[in-house]
């Protein structure tokens, strides 16, 4: 749940330009929020925008498009994944690639579950070698 609307107030980010601070108390002060890990939401939306450049740059580097050709729903399942991946080793790889691509699959493009599953397997292998180094290209 905490991704799930991670994820929605990326996207809020992304089209409007707001402050990661005001998206957090936006989304924390709705109803729905009483049912979320609020550590973790926090984390994500804060964090992700404030190393959303280096997180960008990474993205691009394993993608075969460019960043701002990104659509937004994917962009920030992406951000959420590699942040994980980079910042969050107590989460298995494996759990970060499920979750976004479950989350994909219900809110992005209808084949865009295989792009976000393809960049994160891709990121799993550089960024968590010792975890990832021998598992099966997904």
Not at 35 to 61: N, P, Q, T
Not at 73 to 83: D, K, M, R, S
Not at 119 to 137: C, F, M
């Amino acid at each position: 749940m905490a991704r799930r609307r991670a994820m929605q107030a990326l996207y809020q980010w992304q089209i409007t330009g707001q402050s990661g601070q005001d998206i957090y108390l936006q989304f924390s002060q709705d109803d729905e929020h009483a049912k979320v890990d609020d550590e973790l939401f926090r984390e994500l939306v804060r964090s992700v925008v404030d190393v959303s450049a280096d997180l960008d740059e990474e993205i691009g580097a394993l993608s075969d498009r460019a960043v701002v050709q990104l659509d937004p729903v994917e962009h920030a399942i992406l951000l959420i994944g590699f942040y994980e991946l980079k910042h969050r080793p107590e989460v298995p790889y494996r759990v970060v690639i499920n979750e976004a691509i479950e989350l994909a699959r219900k809110f992005g493009a209808a084949d865009g579950h295989k792009f976000v599953n393809a960049l994160l397997d891709r990121a799993a292998r550089q960024l968590r070698q010792d975890e990832a180094g021998g598992a099966k290209r997904a």
